[in-house]
């Protein structure tokens, strides 16, 4: 899955279009995990120190954070990190639940063997990053989600799905300590959801992913309640 910043036009040089991608990144992970606040004004300037970089670059990679609905833009006054709430909340659950179980219909019945082994590859290095706790488990982790889905053979498709999850897991950080899954297995749940889709039952894997996903959901409702948010 390529990230939107893959749009930039290719007749720029190299060096412009690694800058940005670099820095959509950068801001994207500082988003998401909370380290800039919703609502937050981004001043061009501040995050250049911050992350020692140019001011189109940052100006290029905050119009595609505008795109992925991480961040918004202000009429005449800049950018600032998109807000959160109950309600936004509520409406990506409801859309990733909607869309990703027709990509996982589509992409069982386009399975092959490469596929299965691929899928099973993904769990079992987000298996072993969980169990070391290792960083690189989030990415991982949506590496799993998306591995999942990509013989859906869907670009557009997965380009939203892929958007949703970065959109989720943004509330998953901010709910941060407040979340308890001790009444979970949820690496239990990733297996399960690996074995049935890699065995074909479409209708069984999409019902034990969207069960995960709810029941994730519902553990955020109560934390992003507790926070208040409108």
């Known amino acids: 899955m390529q990230s939107p910043s893959t749009i930039i036009a290719t007749d720029r040089p190299a060096s412009e279009t690694s800058a940005t991608?670099?820095?959509?990144?950068?801001?994207?992970?500082?988003?998401?995990?909370?380290?800039?606040?919703?609502?937050?004004?981004l001043k061009i300037e501040g995050l250049r120190a911050r992350l020692s970089t140019g001011a189109s670059p940052i100006r290029e990679a905050l119009s595609l954070l505008t795109s992925d609905n991480l961040v918004e833009r202000l009429d005449q006054r800049g950018f600032r990190v998109a807000p959160t709430s109950q309600s936004n909340f509520e409406e990506i659950l409801e859309l990733r639940c909607d869309l990703e179980d027709r990509a996982?219909?589509?992409?069982?019945?386009?399975?092959?063997?490469?596929?299965?082994?691929?899928?099973?590859?993904?769990h079992h290095r987000m298996t072993r990053a969980k169990q070391s706790n290792d960083p690189a488990f989030e990415a991982l982790h949506k590496a799993f989600h998306m591995a999942l889905l990509m013989k859906c053979d869907a670009p557009i498709l997965m380009k939203f799905c892929s958007q949703l999850y970065d959109l989720n897991i943004r509330y998953r950080y901010l709910a941060g300590s407040a979340l308890n899954y001790t009444k979970r297995d949820v690496s239990s749940e990733h297996e399960?959801?690996?074995?049935?889709?890699i065995s074909g039952?479409?209708?069984?894997?999409?019902?034990?992913?969207?069960?995960?996903y709810r029941k994730t959901g519902a553990f955020l409702a109560d934390a992003i309640a507790a926070a208040e948010l409108p």
Do not use: F
């Open 21 to 41: 991608h670099r820095t959509y990144l950068a801001i994207q992970n500082l988003i998401v995990t909370g380290a800039l606040k919703p609502g937050e004004k």
């Open 104 to 122: 996982l219909r589509k992409s069982i019945a386009n399975r092959n063997e490469q596929w299965e082994e691929y899928v099973v590859l993904c």
């Open 192 to 197: 399960a959801i690996m074995r049935t889709a």
């Open 201 to 212: 039952d479409a209708e069984s894997a999409t019902a034990q992913l969207l069960s995960h």
